[in-house]
C-alpha cells in the first residue's frame, strides 16, 4: 500500500562512526540473523551496506569484524563470508545461487527492457532473489514498476500480456509491484520494506528511483548505510518515438475510460481474492500482488533469530 506525497529531498544520515563497541556488535549479529532467513551469508562489505541500526563509516564496521569483540557464539567467518555459528554450510548455497542468477540476469534485462518500452511506464527495478544474486532453481523474475499517473492498470494489461508471452519461452517474470507516480511513499514502513528498497536493482528511470528513494527516506532509520543502488544494470528502453506516439493517443478520453474500466474491474477481483488483514493491496496509483504474506513471515522469522541470538550472548 501507498500514500500520496510530495518531494521531500531527505536523504542518508552521515555516518558518525560514535556507535558503542556494543551496539555495533549487536547491530552486526541483527544484520547477519536477517540475512540468514534467506540463507545468504555475508561479507563485511555487504555487512556494512545493510546494517540495521547505527550510521558508521566502512572502516568502522570492518576493524570491528577483524578484532576480539567478534564473539564466536554470535557470528562465525569462513572464507570471507560471515555466518550465524552452524550455518557455514549456507556459503555454498550462496555460490551456487550466485551462479544461477548470472543466467538469469540477462533474461531479466531482456524483457526488463520490454517493459520499460511500454507506454507510461517510468521506472523498472529487479527486487526478490535475483536483485541480491540469490535464485533457487524455482525462482522467477520480480519486477518493480512506476507508472504515470491515471495509466497504472493500462500498462499492467500490457504487462501482463508480456507475461504470458514469456512464459511460452519457459521464462517466469512477475511484475507483483507497480505504483503510480503519486504515490511513491511507501506506506509500509518495517525493516522488510527497508530492506526491499535498499536491495532493488533499478534498471530504467534512474531518475525517477533516485526521486522514489528521496520519498522513502525513511528507510535510513532502519539501514542509514543503503544509500543508492546495490549494483549498476541498466535496460535501455527500445523504439522511444513509438512510445511518445502511443502515450499521446492513450492520453484521450477514450484512454481514460479504458483506464478506469481496467481498474475498476481488477480491484474488485483482486481485493476478492486478496486474504484479509494481508500484504496484497489495489487502489488506482498501486497494484501489490503480494499475496502469501512473506514481508509478515520474514519478520517473525528475524524476531526468532535475534531472540536466538541474545540468549546465546555472554
Known amino acids: 500500500m501507498a500514500s500520496t506525497v510530495t518531494d521531500t529531498g531527505d536523504r542518508a544520515p552521515t555516518p558518525s562512526g560514535r556507535a558503542s563497541r556494543e551496539a555495533l556488535g549487536k547491530a552486526i549479529v541483527q544484520t ?14 555487504e555487512i556494512h551496506r545493510y546494517l540495521i541500526g547505527p550510521a558508521v563509516s566502512r572502516e568502522t564496521v570492518q576493524s570491528h569484524l ?3 569483540a567478534l564473539v564466536p557464539e554470535l557470528l562465525a567467518e569462513r572464507d570471507g563470508y560471515f555466518s550465524l555459528p552452524g550455518r557455514e554450510a ?4 550462496r555460490r551456487e545461487r550466485a551462479r544461477r542468477a548470472e543466467a538469469l540476469w540477462s533474461r531479466a534485462l531482456v524483457f526488463g527492457r520490454i517493459i520499460a518500452s511500454f507506454p507510461f511506464v517510468r521506472m523498472v527495478a529487479i527486487t526478490g532473489e535475483l536483485a541480491m544474486d540469490n535464485v533457487r532453481p524455482a525462482s522467477d523474475i520480480d519486477y518493480f514498476v512506476v507508472t504515470e499517473h491515471h495509466r497504472l492498470w493500462l ?3 500490457m504487462i501482463l500480456a508480456l507475461v504470458r508471452l514469456a512464459a511460452r519461452r ?18 509500509d ?15 530504467a528511470g534512474h531518475d525517477t528511483y533516485a526521486r522514489f528513494r528521496r520519498l522513502n527516506a525513511w528507510t535510513f532509520g532502519y539501514l542509514p548505510n543503503a544509500v543508492g543502488s546495490p549494483r549498476e544494470r541498466r535496460a535501455t528502453p527500445h523504439a522511444r518515438p513509438v512510445r511518445a506516439v ?3 493517443a492513450l492520453r484521450s478520453p477514450a484512454g481514460g475510460l479504458v483506464e478506469r474500466w481496467e481498474r475498476e474491474r481488477k480491484v474488485r477481483k483482486l481485493s476478492r481474492s486478496a486474504p484479509p ?22 519478520l517473525h522469522a528475524f524476531n526468532a533469530r535475534t531472540g536466538i541470538c541474545e540468549e546465546a550472548r555472554p
Open 277 to 298: 488483514g494481508g500484504e496484497a493491496s489495489f487502489a488506482s496509483d498501486w497494484c501489490k500482488g503480494h499475496y502469501h504474506n512473506h514481508g509478515q513471515l520474514v
Open 90 to 93: 549456507i556459503i555454498a548455497t
Open 32 to 45: 547477519v540473523a536477517y540475512s540468514d532467513i534467506f540463507d545468504y551469508p555475508l561479507t563485511a562489505t
Open 155 to 157: 500498462c499492467r494489461g
Open 189 to 203: 514502513r518495517d525493516l522488510y520494506a527497508a530492506h526491499e528498497v535498499a536491495q532493488m536493482v533499478p534498471i
Open 170 to 187: 519457459h521464462v517466469a517474470i512477475c511484475p507483483n509491484y507497480l505504483l503510480s507516480e503519486q504515490a511513491l511513499a511507501l506506506h
Open 246 to 248: 502511443a502515450e499521446s
Open 66 to 68: 577483524a578484532g576480539e
